[in-house]
């Protein structure tokens, strides 16, 4: 699991123009229920988990894995956590899910899914450019961020270094391991705030993430043909990139 103080998360939704990268500093999740560093709730207190899945992840694959690992995870889980289980019902909606459960005082939220589930999650963790905190300000934890890898791809899960593997998962969630993550935001051209936790790409991996999206039904074959697709008619461009306040010129 991560802890929230600095915070990054994967991909980004396509976006108009992104014009600006504002490194925000400190931002960052903790990726796990465990009480540790900023005080958290006692090991005693039964922990409240909130796992957020894409039943249509991977092509309808992550709802049916997580159908076998649920009874898994209550048995291994259960005996010091609750668990709550939110199915997502459209794109965006583990946004708001998210936002909810932090407010009640979610222990953690889990993403069970892949890199777009966990980027919904993540940006739930921020609503009109702030962290979303406990209704209950006297509460003295935090709420960690959690994933269950399930998607296509995975990435961010393999350059965290984990295997795509669900009972691994759940081992780290029941262990309470928490990390810190970085955070990146991105400013929109009107100005609202995209948070990523893995890689923001732009133009040409950015096209290449794009039409990969087109093509999940084929597995991870859905990158190679999103790159091919990329490259045909792709057109250089010079950009202009912002990055904390220091300008880049890339041509
Ligand atoms: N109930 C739903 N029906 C359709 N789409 C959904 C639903 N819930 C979430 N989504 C959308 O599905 C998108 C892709 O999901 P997810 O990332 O979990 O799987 P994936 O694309 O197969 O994995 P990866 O991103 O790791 O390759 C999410 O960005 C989200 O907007």
Redesign the pocket.
């Known amino acids: 699991m991560i802890c929230l103080s600095q915070f990054a998360l994967g991909?980004a939704p396509p976006m108009a123009k992104p014009s600006v990268f504002r490194a925000e500093h400190p931002m960052a999740l903790d990726l796990s229920p465990n009480p540790i560093s900023h005080g958290a709730a006692s090991s005693s207190r039964r922990r409240d988990l909130v796992f957020v899945v894409?039943?249509?992840?991977?092509?309808g694959r992550?709802g049916k894995e997580w159908k076998k690992l649920l009874p898994y995870l209550r048995s291994r889980l259960s005996v010091d956590c609750n668990i709550c289980e939110s199915l997502?019902?459209?794109?965006?909606?583990?946004i708001d899910i998210t936002r909810e459960a932090i407010k009640e005082g979610a222990d953690a939220v889990i993403a069970v899914?892949?890199?777009?589930?966990l980027?919904?999650v993540v940006n739930g963790f921020f609503s009109a450019g702030k962290l979303v905190t406990n209704h209950n300000r006297e509460s003295a934890h935090s709420t960690a961020l959690g994933l269950i890898p399930l998607?296509?791809?995975?990435?961010f899960a393999r350059t965290f270094g984990w295997r795509n593997d669900p009972y691994e998962a759940v081992e780290r969630i029941a262990k309470g391991v928490r990390s810190w993550v970085d955070v990146g935001v991105i400013n929109g051209e009107t100005g609202e705030p995209h948070y990523f936790i893995n890689v923001a790409d732009l133009h040409l991996s950015a096209k290449a993430g794009y039409y990969a999206?087109r093509y999940?039904r084929f597995g991870n074959l859905c990158y190679v043909i999103g790159a091919l697709q990329a490259f045909m008619g792709h057109r250089n461009q010079d950009l202009r990139v912002k990055v904390s306040s220091c300008l880049y010129i890339f041509v």
Request: charged content about 20%; aromatic content about 0%.
């Open positions: 991909r894409n039943p249509r992840g991977a092509s992550t997502t019902s459209g794109p965006s909606h583990a899914g892949g890199d777009g589930t980027h919904e998607g296509t791809g995975s990435d999206s999940k």
